[in-house]
């Protein structure tokens, strides 16, 4: 696997594309709603952006959630994520480049997401380059599944195996304050968190695929070996799960802010 962050799932993409969880609906609609709000009053077609898009989840999610209507496209610099993207292609658009620096024009977007990826980015740098691209009244938002791991001895063990095995993880890297770093930027407003609850239920197969499909993971393969990590995991599913039917409970969490009407002194154009 690379070392530059931006390809951190090279070689893992097939699997992330198969085995990675969707969103609930609720915040789906909340989402959908918060756009159109603040869009009604401009002409469509909008533009609505997936920063990270990676293999095109949340992309496509865009896609069935507005319609036919909107230009949806995904913003991805890895190269295997976005060649698996552009191959389950369902009338969206991907194009290569990085969430600091989106290569589209000032106050041209309805909709910047950040879908399972803004732990990757200059956090600063992406609020900053949202502000700039999102017409007044657009949306900035960020969506996160997180395991529950405060809820299942499951999680616990699973989160101590890649703590333990792992290249300097810890479960909690994902534990920062998203609406005072929306707030904290003179151009965003009304930023708001909203949560979901829910369990998603796996065979160990399915456990196997998913846990494989994650860049956190491929670091204990590298360290422990492939066959190694996959006993581990195993082991873990019997013990808790003598059925065989894995119940891993998640916390979605969406926080959106609003793009205010005063551009201030970050406008600039590409």
Aim: overall charge negative; proline content about 5%; cysteine-free.
């Amino acid at each position: 696997m690379s070392s530059d962050r931006t390809q951190a799932f090279e070689g893992l993409t097939d699997a992330y594309r198969r085995f990675r969880p969707g969103y609930p609906r609720e915040l789906l609609d909340r989402l959908r709603e918060h756009v159109r709000e603040g869009a009604r009053r401009r002409p469509e077609p909008w533009l609505l952006l997936d920063a990270g898009s990676g293999t095109g989840i949340s992309t496509r999610t865009l896609r069935h959630l507005f319609g036919a209507g909107p230009r949806v496209v995904g913003v991805e610099p890895g190269r295997d994520m976005i060649g698996t993207a552009r191959a389950a292609d369902e009338g969206v658009e991907y194009v290569a480049g990085r969430a600091e620096h989106l290569p589209f024009a000032d106050a041209s977007a309805s909709l910047v997401l950040a879908a399972q990826a803004v732990h990757w980015f200059d956090r600063p740098a992406f609020y900053t380059e949202a502000v700039r691209v999102l017409a007044p009244g657009g949306t900035v938002a960020v969506l996160n599944n997180d395991r529950d791991h405060r809820a299942s001895a499951y999680l616990d063990a699973y989160e101590g195996l890649m703590e333990e095995h792992g290249d300097h993880y810890r479960r909690d890297y994902r534990e920062f304050d998203t609406v005072a770093e929306m707030s904290a930027l003179p151009g965003l407003e009304g930023a708001d968190p909203a949560t979901a609850t829910w369990e998603r239920e796996l065979d160990t197969d399915q456990v196997l695929g998913a846990a494989l499909s994650s860049s956190k993971m491929a670091a204990v393969v590298r360290n422990l070996g492939e066959e190694r990590t996959r006993e581990a995991i195993t082991a873990l599913v019997r013990e808790h799960f003598p059925d065989g039917r894995v119940r891993i409970p998640y916390v979605t969490r969406l926080f959106t802010a609003r793009r205010t009407d005063d551009r201030g002194p970050l406008a600039h154009h590409v």
